[in-house]
């Protein structure tokens, strides 16, 4: 496994992989590496044939007064997870290279970018959006691999990829909780022993809202109050947001639609979380 900095590097050995007609596939991640982001590289080892991570921490997708300057950043333990993921090549570029002096131009996607964590975190999408086709620009893959963990953002790059017309698919994979339900985060270490059990209400609200619809066939408008129910047993847990949507659309929804999210945002302690449940009804 290869680790480069510049992009000249990068495309040199991404060129190379390409002309012995080699797939690239991107997993994107702004490291601190949990079982989360391994289980996206095991996919792009499956689908494809050159598997390259870029870990970069991107200023742009953090809010003043958001963690960008604590967040973790543990470089060796996150080569030796790609190491042993079978990686071929991690990108680790510093700030300057992603944002050179005098640049200017950022990429909106409106469609996903104004409700739910929009809302919430100003500017963040802008951000993301960004750094996505940047780093699409400079690895070219030909997949690209998202969590469902990150549920908007998935939806968010899928809305950037058609109207610019990226030529890179788009993968989405299944969120890895810990065995009671925690949905892993790289934020979770942020978390003392009384948040971390506080913060089992998310994925406990999100699994009520699913079987209020599915096993009990309730309308989301039901299901939504018996998230909100639990929550409010949970005072510590300060809500930003829990809702049922479309999955498509990210509207919410009062009546069952085929294809349904439950999305949830809290602050628990000083560490907001967020998590999502897919509803199907058909
Ligand atoms: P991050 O490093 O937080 O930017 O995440 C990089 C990628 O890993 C994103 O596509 C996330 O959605 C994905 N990811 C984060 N947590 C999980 C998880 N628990 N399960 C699956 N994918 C995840």
């Given at each position: 496994m290869n680790t480069v900095q510049t992009i000249q590097e990068l495309q040199d050995r991404v060129r190379t992989a390409r002309s012995v007609g080699k797939r690239i596939g991107c997993v994107p991640t702004m490291g601190a590496l949990h079982a989360g982001h391994v289980s996206l590289i095991e996919a792009a080892r499956v689908e494809t044939d050159f598997v390259v991570v870029t870990v970069f921490v991107n200023p742009t997708q953090f809010g003043p007064g958001e963690d960008l300057s604590k967040y973790p950043r543990p470089l060796e333990a996150d080569l030796a997870k790609c190491r042993d993921g079978g990686v071929d090549l991690v990108f680790n570029p510093d700030v300057a290279t992603v944002y050179?002096?005098?640049?200017a131009t950022f990429v909106e996607v409106p469609s996903c970018s104004q409700s739910l964590e929009g809302a919430h975190r100003e500017g963040h999408f802008r951000g993301v959006a960004t750094v996505v086709l940047k780093l699409f620009n400079m690895v070219l893959p030909d997949v690209a691999y998202f969590g469902q963990k990150d549920y908007q953002q998935q939806l968010l790059i899928r809305h950037m990829v058609k109207d610019l017309n990226v030529p890179v698919e788009i993968r989405t994979c299944p969120t890895i909780r810990e065995p009671d339900g925690l949905a892993l985060s790289?934020?979770?270490?942020?978390?003392?022993d009384a948040e971390r059990r506080s913060a089992l209400v998310l994925s406990q609200a999100l699994k009520i809202g699913h079987a209020v619809c599915?096993?009990?066939?309730?309308a989301p408008a039901e299901a939504r109050q018996a998230m909100l129910e639990l929550l409010a047993n949970?005072?510590?847990?300060?809500?930003?947001y829990a809702v049922i949507a479309d999955?498509?659309?990210?509207a919410e929804v009062d009546v069952a639609v085929p294809e349904m999210v439950a999305l949830i945002a809290a602050r628990v302690g000083t560490t907001r979380l967020i998590d999502n449940m897919l509803i199907s009804t058909h």
């Open positions: 050179p002096a005098g640049d790289s934020r979770n270490i942020y978390l003392s599915t096993a009990q066939k309730k949970h005072p510590e847990v300060k809500l930003d999955a498509n659309t990210l």
